[in-house]
């Protein structure tokens, strides 16, 4: 790697932002809301049109069935003489660390579907600045033979450890969350690598996503 390269070493992301309404008769129905990261380097043009692909299918999405959905909600709560909430749609994200070699971005997605309780989405993308392609959740762990193994233990020992901090899980979690976490679907710090279950996958939808936290053997 060359690392007196500036767009190797410093990976600057900007974050591009958005605000749609939709509305029906006049009234707002929907109110959607876009930050979505944009990155520097000839090299990570791959990374732009991946975050710029995936607001464009979110906002598509939300313009058409989150809509329809949220417009129905209206009629229905005009016909029942009750008050109506505009329904939210936000997709945010953050960058959660990076160091010379890579860049661990996290994005989250809420939905507010009036006054009923957020349905949230959560995920994590690390890239090569070097080349922009994504780096390999093997790569992270410093993976060996046995190393996927490994880390489907600390999971269920993971899931023994919320229960204990009070969280609500199914009472077959240990089982479910092999089949939910996704082993693409991961972020990392320092010392940690982070991977996600989705909500309800595992416990009830109050408890939102899931996050287990792995110690990393070596820096990436």
């Keep these: ?38 990155t520097a380097g000839k090299n990570l043009k791959l990374v732009n049109r991946y975050y710029g692909r995936v607001k ?16 129905m909600d209206l009629v229905n709560k005009r016909e029942q003489v009750r008050t109506f909430s505009p329904w939210k749609a936000v997709l945010a994200g953050e960058v959660l660390w990076q160091d010379e070699r890579c860049c661990s971005i996290v994005m989250q997605v809420k939905e507010f579907h009036g006054d009923c309780r957020a349905l ?47 969280i ?24 940690e690598v982070i991977l996600y279950c989705p909500q309800c996958a595992v416990a009830p939808a109050v408890e939102g996503v899931l996050e287990f936290r792995v110690p990393r053997p070596q820096l990436v």
């Design 1 to 38: 790697m060359k690392k007196n390269n500036k767009n190797t070493v410093d990976m600057e992301v900007v974050w591009r932002k958005e605000e749609k309404k939709k509305t029906l008769t006049g009234e707002t129905v929907l109110e959607m809301s876009f930050c979505w990261p944009e």
């Design 56 to 71: 464009e299918e979110f906002c598509s999405r939300w313009e058409r069935e989150l809509y329809l959905r949220a417009c």
């Design 120 to 166: 949230e989405y959560r995920w994590g993308d690390v890239w090569n600045k070097e080349d922009g392609c994504p780096v390999r959740l093997k790569e992270s762990l410093s993976g060996g033979i046995g190393w996927r193994g490994n880390l489907l233990k600390s999971l269920v020992a993971s899931m023994k450890a919320l229960r204990e901090q009070g």
């Design 168 to 191: 609500y899980l199914d009472p077959d979690g240990e089982k479910k969350v092999q089949k939910y976490v996704s082993l693409h679907n991961f972020a990392l710090t320092q010392d």
